[in-house]
């Protein structure tokens, strides 16, 4: 299949399994399950193409898995910002690339991802950025607010994540207790998956978290490199 575009305006769930797709400035995706899930192809979203070039790229999602973008194929590219995602259910991560081979490049700036699910029971939190089962992610600009116990803003898990110029915060005044256990909102991990360690580097940024069990940096059997990065906690067992 050709290269097609998508907007301006509101429009339906993306789906891609094929091709290219290209989502141009001043679309708005609101969904209960993901706004854009791609099986297959190149997804990219550019706010420098269409009749509403420059304006912002909005997808909006608030039941518990809608992620605002999930790849299990093909490649993801975010081009031009301002890119704005916000989730409101549990297990929703603004990005989430999951399988061996798929790439997520986010390197123009103006990405925006706001999550506010909590863990709740056996679900776990909101993630903003999650790379699992060998994945790579790269992101240049970003800014990542995460409210919810049991919530991480970027999350290695068995994938890669690099960061630049990315500002983390994440917040739960009230924490989830299990048993004897506190889960507050973490900033950025790395997590073995299955045998397979995760790698974090981040340069330039910040990572802020509030509220008790607010760990801001956290690697498992995993490698994270920071540079230059500011870091502020502000609770207990933080």
């Known amino acids: 299949a050709g290269a097609q575009t998508v907007g301006p305006g509101p429009v339906a769930p993306i789906t ?13 995706v609101t969904s209960t399950g993901a706004a854009a899930r791609t099986t297959g192809g190149a997804l990219t979203l550019d706010t420098s193409l269409g009749a ?11 039941g518990g898995g809608g992620h605002g973008i999930y790849l299990t194929g093909g490649s ?6 301002p890119i704005r995602i916000t989730t409101a259910g549990v297990e929703a991560s603004g990005i989430w690339v999951q399988n061996a081979g798929v790439t997520a490049t986010a390197l123009a700036g103006g990405l925006d991802i706001r999550t506010t699910g909590a863990m709740s029971g056996a679900a776990v939190g909101s993630y903003g950025l999650l790379a699992s089962n060998s994945t790579t992610m790269r992101v240049d600009g970003a800014t990542i607010l ?5 919530s991480t ?11 630049a110029h990315v500002s983390v915060r ?5 924490p989830l207790m299990i048993g004897t ?14 045998g397979v360690r995760a790698t974090v580097s981040m340069t330039d940024g910040s990572i802020d978290t509030a509220g008790t069990s607010g760990i ?6 995993s490698d994270m490199t920071l540079a230059r990065v500011n870091v502020t906690t502000l609770g207990s067992k933080a």
């Open 76 to 81: 993801l590219s975010i081009l031009n910002g």
């Open 16 to 28: 891609l399994s094929t091709g290219t797709l290209s989502v141009v400035g001043g679309t708005s």
């Open 146 to 150: 995460i409210d919810g116990a049991g």
């Open 216 to 221: 801001a940096a956290y690697a498992n059997n």
């Open 153 to 163: 803003g970027p999350y290695a898990y068995g994938g890669n994540i690099s960061l």
């Open 181 to 194: 256990t506190s889960y507050g909102a973490y900033g950025v991990v790395a997590n073995l998956q299955s």
């Open 52 to 62: 509403q070039a420059g304006a912002a790229i909005t997808l909006t999602t608030s």
């Open 170 to 174: 994440t917040t739960a005044i009230n």
